[in-house]
């Protein structure tokens, strides 16, 4: 089973830049969906940005053009580097490990403990 470690999170000033890590232990399958989910406060858990094995990405509107996920070391780490940060930035930032079937059923659903990243003045 695989496991996940996120690290990076911090407090940082608006306009500032961060990035979160997220490194992953174990059996790393080929057909797989990695990324960040957030949560503040009061609010919703919002997806935030997700990379598949074949390096497909996707972004939520309200993070497209400030923030770039991307994997390293043959997927076994997934980074959101995250610029132009703004207060409403601010949340618990969640990794997540999905692998999916060659139809492209869930087969398994890993989720990081989560870290807190703090956009404040």
């Known amino acids: 089973q695989v496991q996940l470690v996120e690290s990076g999170g911090g407090l940082v000033q608006p306009g500032g830049s961060l990035r979160l890590s997220c490194a992953a232990s174990?059996?790393?399958?080929?057909?797989?969906?990695m990324g960040w989910y957030r949560q503040a406060p009061g609010k919703e858990r919002e997806l935030v940005a997700t990379?598949?094995?074949?390096?497909?990405?996707h972004y939520a509107e309200s993070v497209k053009g400030r923030f770039t996920i991307s994997n390293d070391n043959a997927e076994k780490m997934v980074v959101l580097q995250m610029n132009s940060l703004k207060p409403e930035d601010t949340a618990v930032y969640f990794c997540?490990?999905?692998?999916?079937?060659?139809?492209?059923?869930?087969?398994?659903?890993?989720w990081g403990q989560g870290t807190q990243v703090t956009v404040s003045s």
């Open positions: 174990g059996s790393i399958f080929s057909i797989n969906v």
């Open positions: 990379i598949t094995s074949g390096g497909g990405t």
């Open positions: 997540y490990y999905q692998v999916y079937s060659v139809g492209w059923r869930l087969v398994s659903d890993i």
